[in-house]
Structures are given as C-alpha cells and as structure tokens.
C-alpha cells in the first residue's frame, strides 16, 4: 500500500511539473488523480461522437476557450465568497451565451422551425430545484430556473407561462429570432432531409430501441454546472436546447429533478447530458447520489454505474458530479464530452476527447 502510495504521489509531482496540458488529461480520466485535488467547479458542454480528427484546429481552440471563459465566471464568484448557485448560475450563463453549445444562444431547432429551452437549478442545502422547459423567449433559462426555485412556491414551469412568469420577475426577454444561428439551421435541414428519405424507404429504416428515432448524437447537446462554495453548499444547474428536429412538445432530462440534475449537500451534485429519454427512465442524477448514500459508493464508482445503466438500455451521454468533499466524476459512453474542471487554487483543466 505504502508503494503505491509513493507511486502515485511521484506521478503527481511529474505531472505538475509537466505543466497544464500534460497534466489535463490523466486528472480527467483517471479515477484515482481526481481524489488528488479539491474540486470547486466541473462543467459540460455536452456528449457525443466528438473526435479529434473531424475537429479543425480553430473549432478545437474556441470551444476550448468557451468553456474557460465559463469556468473563470463561476471560479470568480466562488472566490468572492458568493453561493454555489451564484457559481452555477455564471458559469451557465456564459456557455448560453455562447452559440457553439446548444444552450441559449446556440439551441438547435425543433421540426417546427423553433427554438425551445430547458433549464434546471437546484440548491444542495436546502434541496430547493427550479426549472423552465419548452420556452423561446428568455434569454438565459438557468436565470429563469432560479428565479422559479426562489421566487414562485412551484419546481417547473413551461411554456408561455415560463415566459410570462420571467417577464413579470424582470428576466430579460429577447425576440426568439435572438436564438437562431445558421449552423443549428443548417442542422435542422439536414435532419429534415434524412426524415424525408426515411419516411419514402420506410421498408429500409430501422428505428432504434422503441423510441422510433435514430441515436444520432449529434442531435444531443446540452450544458451544465456543478460547484462546491466556501461554505460546503453543493449546486447544480443545466440548460439546454434539447433535440434537432424534436417534436410535439418533447422534454428532456435536463429539466426533470433527479433525472439530468439533482443537487445534495449530504451526497453530491450532478449534471447530466445524452440521450435524456434514458437518463429519464434511468433517473441517472438522484440514482448516484443514492448509490452514494445508501451504498456507500465513491462519486466514482457511482457516476460508472449509472452511466453504464444507461448504455444497458441503449442510451449514451455522460455526467458530472461533484461530490461533498470536492472530488469529481466526469464519466461517459461516447467518443467525447466538452467539459473543464477547475481546483480549489485556480487551476484550470479542460478536455474534450475520450
């Protein structure tokens, strides 16, 4: 034990010295280096088939500083002394911001033509939750989940009376052509075009699982936060624009407490993204935080079994989660996850392939 005690310890010491870029990918990826540090701050920007060598390097350095930026925002409000949630909800509010995640800014299109939202934000100390789903108006839903969780007595609102409730409570209001970016249009034609043939060569499509749509990821994409502030208030928040080309109203996991967000001071924080039809009926982020409490598991070995749930059904995506005592789990079924951490002194990691 003792042994490989030093050996770990030795690679740590190599690894800082080695500078941020050598150390990046061992910390994220290695269960046992993310017990070397004190977490304050994890994020996502979404799972899917992301590799290397369809990524220019241009894309590559943009998303790369779209996520620093949104790790800044939210390191500097906990270094404030500001709340976890203050935390999560910065740190959301830059990547909705942002048009290259489908969040806010950048949410893909439904079949109708339309950009409709999800968020979700809940308070590990109190367990208080807020969440908006199906709205194009506000600009930034994670504001909008938080001012339901603090300023109305209900958890979710939806649609038009999302938007009328943010309005009243004096959130900022945009024209939902606000949202639109030519990239998610473009995606949505494509998405459309693949219907049209499908729908004229039905003899030749077979429809995964029994949700009657192909798993192509990258219809999927969402956001999220989880952090720890100087106090020990765990939080958690996500946003997203769902599906390209979902239909009838569709609603995610992102939203849905305990499903794609759910926040506990006693267990963990947790922000999921994939395929939510199965983080839905897998009930992915209050099923680690039991496995933890009830089990006794790590956030590790938590965070691995319910994404391997996940996979068993035939769902993929990923997760963050951070637990009571700062150690974090990044773990995923698909070929890349955006996401960056950043350690209780400021440093900053930040990977995106497998």
């Given at each position: 034990?003792?042994?490989i005690?030093?050996?770990r310890s030795a690679?740590?010491?190599?690894m800082l010295?080695s500078?941020?870029?050598?150390?990046?990918?061992?910390?994220?990826n290695?269960?046992?280096s993310l017990?070397l540090e004190?977490y304050v701050?994890?994020?996502h920007?979404?799972?899917g088939?992301?590799?290397k060598?369809n990524?220019?390097?241009q894309?590559e350095?943009a998303?790369?500083?779209?996520?620093?930026?949104?790790?800044?925002a939210?390191?500097k409000?906990?270094?404030?002394?500001?709340s976890?949630?203050d935390?999560?909800?910065?740190t959301i509010?830059?990547?909705e911001d942002?048009?290259?995640?489908n969040?806010?800014k950048?949410?893909?299109?439904?079949?109708?033509?339309?950009?409709?939202?999800?968020?979700?934000?809940?308070n590990?100390?109190?367990l208080?939750?807020?969440?908006v789903a199906g709205v194009?108006?506000i600009r930034?839903?994670?504001?909008a989940?938080r001012?339901?969780?603090?300023?109305?007595?209900h958890v979710?609102?939806?649609?038009r009376?999302?938007?009328q409730f943010?309005k009243e409570?004096?959130?900022?209001i945009?024209?939902?052509?606000y949202?639109?970016?030519?990239?998610r249009?473009?995606?949505?034609q494509k998405?459309l075009?693949?219907d049209s043939v499908?729908?004229?060569l039905d003899h030749?499509?077979?429809?995964a699982g029994?949700?009657?749509?192909?798993?192509?990821?990258?219809?999927?994409?969402?956001?999220?936060?989880?952090?720890?502030?100087?106090a020990?208030?765990l939080a958690?928040?996500?946003?997203?624009?769902?599906m390209?080309?979902?239909?009838?109203?569709?609603?995610?996991d992102a939203?849905?407490?305990?499903?794609g967000?759910y926040?506990n001071?006693?267990?963990?924080a947790?922000?999921c993204?994939g395929?939510?039809?199965?983080?839905i009926?897998s009930v992915?982020a209050?099923?680690?935080?039991?496995?933890?409490?009830?089990?006794?598991?790590?956030v590790?070995?938590?965070?691995k079994?319910v994404?391997?749930k996940v996979?068993?059904?035939g769902g993929n995506?990923?997760?963050?989660a951070l637990d009571?005592?700062?150690?974090?789990?990044?773990p995923f079924?698909?070929?890349?996850?955006?996401r960056?951490l950043?350690t209780?002194?400021?440093?900053?990691?930040i990977e995106i392939?497998?």
């Amino acid at each position: 034990m003792k042994t490989i005690s030093f050996l770990r310890s030795a690679t740590w010491l190599l690894m800082l010295c080695s500078g941020l870029q050598a150390a990046a990918s061992p910390i994220i990826n290695s269960e046992d280096s993310l017990h070397l540090e004190k977490y304050v701050l994890v994020i996502h920007g979404g799972a899917g088939t992301i590799l290397k060598k369809n990524m220019t390097p241009q894309k590559e350095a943009a998303y790369k500083a779209g996520l620093e930026d949104a790790l800044k925002a939210g390191y500097k409000a906990i270094q404030a002394g500001k709340s976890s949630l203050d935390a999560v909800e910065a740190t959301i509010r830059v990547l909705e911001d942002n048009p290259l995640f489908n969040a806010g800014k950048g949410a893909v299109f439904t079949h109708d033509g339309r950009n409709e939202m999800d968020a979700a934000i809940m308070n590990g100390k109190t367990l208080e939750a807020g969440s908006v789903a199906g709205v194009s108006t506000i600009r930034n839903p994670i504001t909008a989940a938080r001012a339901v969780m603090q300023k109305s007595e209900h958890v979710m609102l939806v649609g038009r009376g999302a938007e009328q409730f943010a309005k009243e409570a004096g959130l900022e209001i945009v024209d939902p052509s606000y949202f639109r970016t030519q990239e998610r249009w473009d995606g949505l034609q494509k998405a459309l075009r693949e219907d049209s043939v499908k729908s004229k060569l039905d003899h030749s499509y077979q429809p995964a699982g029994k949700l009657g749509i192909e798993n192509i990821d990258n219809k999927f994409g969402t956001v999220g936060a989880v952090a720890l502030d100087k106090a020990g208030n765990l939080a958690a928040g996500t946003s997203t624009g769902g599906m390209t080309n979902k239909k009838y109203g569709r609603v995610g996991d992102a939203p849905i407490i305990g499903a794609g967000t759910y926040a506990n001071n006693n267990t963990v924080a947790v922000s999921c993204t994939g395929w939510g039809e199965f983080f839905i009926r897998s009930v992915v982020a209050y099923d680690l935080s039991a496995l933890m409490a009830y089990k006794g598991l790590s956030v590790q070995e938590a965070g691995k079994a319910v994404i391997e749930k996940v996979g068993k059904l035939g769902g993929n995506g990923g997760l963050i989660a951070l637990d009571k005592e700062g150690h974090a789990a990044l773990p995923f079924n698909t070929e890349g996850m955006y996401r960056g951490l950043v350690t209780a002194d400021g440093k900053i990691i930040i990977e995106i392939y497998k």
